[in-house]
C-alpha cells in the first residue's frame, strides 16, 4: 500500500549541481523528453490557479493545494522501470535503452527549477518525492514515497483531488488512465534552491511550444496549454500544437518500426544489419498551431539511417558506444517570408539555432551539460578518447548521412514548388560560425551535381542537376534580357545568387557560361529565333571572348 522511493545518491547535493548546469529555460524540453519516451502521443500543460478543498488532505501537505502549480496530464502510463528511475538523479534505466531520447537521465532533476515536491499519478502508483524531507511526516521519513491509489484514498479522501481535468479520468478500480503530474511554484528561495518560479514563466515556457518542437516528437502528435483560473469550472486553452496531416500515411508505421528495431537490437549485434535494406521515405507532416487564431505549417520530413561507412566505424568503437545511426532532416515549407527558426537536435532538450537553413535531428554525441553537440572546433584543443570518438561520429553523421538528405529535400522542394526563391534560400552560406562543418559543406558540392537543384527559365522553368546546366553570376556579362533569349533557345542557364557561387567554389566556375559554351551549344543546335536584335546581342556575345579561330567555317551556318 506504501512504500519507500528513496533516492539513494546525496540528492540535494546532485539537484543543485544539475540546475547550476542545466538552464531553467530547458525544463521545457526535458520534461517533453520524460514524456515522449513515455510513449504519450498528447501531453496537456496546466497553469492551475486554483485553491482545493484542504478536508482528507494530510496537515503538512496543505500548502501544496493552495498555491499556483503547473500540472501535466498524459495520455500514456509510466513503466515500473520508470518510476524506479526516477529514484536516481543522473543515473536511469533509459541509459541502456536507445530507443529513449535521453542518454543521463538527469531530465527529470530538472524540474526541480520550478518545484521542491513534484509528484505524479499514473496507473495505481501514487509518487512523491520530497527532496529536502519538509513533507516527510507524512510518510514517515526519506526522501520520497510510493502509494497505491485505493489505499491513498481510503485514508485521505481528498489527496488526490487535483490530479485529473475531469472525473472520470478514473476507472472504476481507482487507476488513472494515463500520467498526472503536479509541481507547485516555488515561489521563494529554500534549502534546496535560492530561485523561485513564477506564472509569468510557466507563461514563458508555454511560448517554447510550436510545430517545430512538435515534430522532433517520436509519440507525442498534439501539446496543449491551458490557464485554470481559480473559480472557473474548467481551463481555458492558451496554445495547442498538433499534427493534424499527414500525408504519407506510412509515417507513423515506419516511425514506430524504428523504435522497435532500435529497441530490441543488442547494441553488440549493430554491426551485422544492413540498413541499405531500410527504406528512407519523404513526407509532408501538417501542424496546426492555435492560440487565438490558428495556422497551418507544412514540414517536408525524410528519416535516414547508417551508411556503409558508418557501420565500418561501428565496428571499432567501445561496446557502449554502438548506436544506430540515425537522422531525420525537415525544412519548412515557406513562400514569400525570411525562413526562420532552423535547429539542430538531439531530441530534446537540444534543439539549439544553427546558421543552417534546415533543421535536424539525430542522435549526436552531446557535451555534458547538453547544450551542444560535441566537437573539436579548435585545432590546439586536445581531446580525451572517448571526446574524440564522440567528434569522429558526429562528422560521419553530417557527411554520411545529413548531407545526402539536406541535397535531397532541396531537390525535392524545388519540384514541388517549382520557384528558385526559395531554394536558393535554402542553401547553407559560408560563415566564420559554421567554419567547423566544412567537411558536411564539401559533402554538399560533391551531391550538387546529380540533385536537380539549379533553376533555369528553360521550358517555362525547369531545375536542373549541375552537371546537366551552365551558371553564371555576375549581370555584366549577361543581361536578363539575354538570359531568356538563351533560355527561349533551349540552353539550361541558371542565374546563380553571389552567395550560392561562393558556396560552389571550383565547381561552379567549371560549368561556368563563356561565349565557348554558347557557340558550341548553337553551332550544335542552331537558332530558333528569328528576331533581328536577339541575333545581333548573340553575335555580340560569342565573339566578346576574341577567340574566333576554327568558328568562321560555321558563321554560316549559325546564321542559318
Not at 492551475?48 to 501535466?72: E, I, T
Not at 560560425?433 to 550538387?448: H, W
Amino acid at each position: 500500500a506504501m512504500e519507500p522511493h528513496i533516492t539513494t545518491v546525496p540528492l540535494v547535493a546532485n539537484i543543485q549541481k544539475t540546475l547550476k548546469d542545466y538552464p531553467s529555460e530547458s525544463v521545457i524540453y526535458e520534461q517533453l523528453q520524460n514524456y515522449d519516451d513515455s510513449k504519450a502521443t498528447e501531453v496537456s500543460f496546466i497553469l492551475d490557479k486554483r485553491k482545493f478543498p484542504l478536508d482528507g488532505v494530510p496537515d503538512c501537505l496543505k500548502p501544496l493545494y493552495q498555491n499556483p502549480c503547473l500540472s501535466v496530464r498524459l495520455n500514456s502510463r509510466f513503466r515500473e522501470k520508470d518510476i524506479e528511475s526516477i529514484k536516481e538523479v543522473g543515473i536511469s534505466e533509459k541509459q541502456i535503452d536507445p530507443s529513449t531520447t535521453g542518454k543521463f537521465g538527469i531530465g527529470f532533476s530538472s524540474i526541480y527549477h520550478i518545484t521542491d515536491v513534484p509528484s505524479f499519478v499514473s496507473g495505481k502508483n501514487f509518487i512523491l518525492k520530497t527532496p529536502t524531507e519538509i513533507y516527510s511526516d507524512f510518510y514517515g521519513g526519506g526522501n520520497g514515497a510510493k502509494f497505491d491509489t485505493n489505499w491513498l484514498k481510503e485514508r485521505w479522501s481528498g489527496i488526490l483531488r487535483p490530479y485529473c481535468i475531469d472525473d472520470d479520468e478514473y476507472d472504476s478500480e481507482g487507476d488513472y488512465f494515463g500520467t498526472f503530474w503536479r509541481f507547485p511554484l516555488r515561489r521563494e528561495p529554500t534549502e534546496l534552491w535560492n530561485e523561485f518560479f513564477t506564472e509569468k514563466n510557466v507563461k514563458d515556457a508555454f511560448s517554447q511550444i510550436d510545430a517545430n518542437l512538435l515534430i522532433l516528437m517520436k509519440s507525442i502528435q498534439k501539446i496543449e496549454c491551458y490557464i485554470w483560473d481559480h473559480g472557473r469550472v474548467e481551463p481555458q486553452l492558451y496554445k495547442r500544437v498538433t499534427i493534424v496531416e499527414e500525408l504519407s500515411q506510412d509515417f507513423l508505421a515506419e516511425g514506430k518500426f524504428i523504435l522497435r528495431m532500435l529497441k530490441d537490437t543488442p547494441l553488440a549485434d549493430l554491426k551485422d544489419i544492413d540498413y541499405r535494406d531500410i527504406p528512407s521515405e519523404k513526407y509532408q507532416v501538417v501542424v496546426k498551431e492555435e492560440r487565438g487564431t490558428s495556422k497551418n505549417r507544412k514540414f517536408y520530413f525524410l528519416p535516414c539511417f547508417g551508411s556503409i561507412g558508418t557501420m565500418r566505424f561501428l565496428r571499432d568503437l567501445p561496446r557502449d558506444m554502438k548506436y544506430v545511426p540515425y537522422a531525420s532532416c525537415f525544412i519548412e515549407e515557406v513562400k514569400g517570408k525570411k525562413r526562420l527558426g532552423c535547429t539542430i537536435a538531439c531530441g530534446l532538450p537540444l534543439p539549439i539555432k544553427w546558421d543552417l537553413k534546415i533543421s535536424v535531428n539525430s542522435n549526436f554525441s552531446i557535451t555534458s551539460d547538453r547544450r551542444s553537440i560535441v566537437w573539436n572546433k579548435h585545432t590546439n584543443i586536445t581531446q580525451d578518447y572517448y571526446q574524440a570518438l564522440d567528434t569522429r561520429w558526429n562528422e560521419l553523421l553530417f557527411t554520411e548521412l545529413i548531407a545526402p538528405r539536406y541535397t535531397e529535400l532541396v531537390e525535392h522542394m524545388a519540384i514541388n514548388m517549382n520557384n528558385p526563391r526559395p531554394v536558393w534560400d535554402l542553401f547553407p552560406l559560408m560563415n566564420k560560425n559554421i567554419g567547423y562543418l566544412q567537411p558536411f559543406i564539401n559533402q554538399i558540392r560533391e551531391d550538387c551535381d546529380t540533385r536537380r537543384i539549379f533553376f533555369s527559365h528553360v521550358d517555362g522553368g525547369t531545375f536542373f542537376s549541375l552537371q546537366s546546366c551552365y551558371v553564371y553570376w555576375n549581370k555584366n556579362n549577361i543581361s536578363d534580357q539575354f538570359y531568356k533569349f538563351l533560355c527561349s533557345e533551349g540552353l539550361p542557364l541558371v542565374k546563380l545568387p553571389p552567395d550560392i557561387s561562393r558556396l560552389l567554389g571550383k565547381k561552379c566556375a567549371h560549368r561556368k557560361c563563356t561565349p565557348a559554351v554558347v557557340r558550341k551549344y548553337f553551332i550544335d543546335n542552331g537558332i530558333l529565333s528569328d528576331l533581328f536584335d536577339q541575333r545581333i546581342a548573340l553575335l555580340n556575345y560569342i565573339f566578346s571572348d576574341g577567340d574566333n579561330s576554327g568558328f568562321c567555317h560555321d558563321l554560316l551556318k549559325l546564321g542559318k
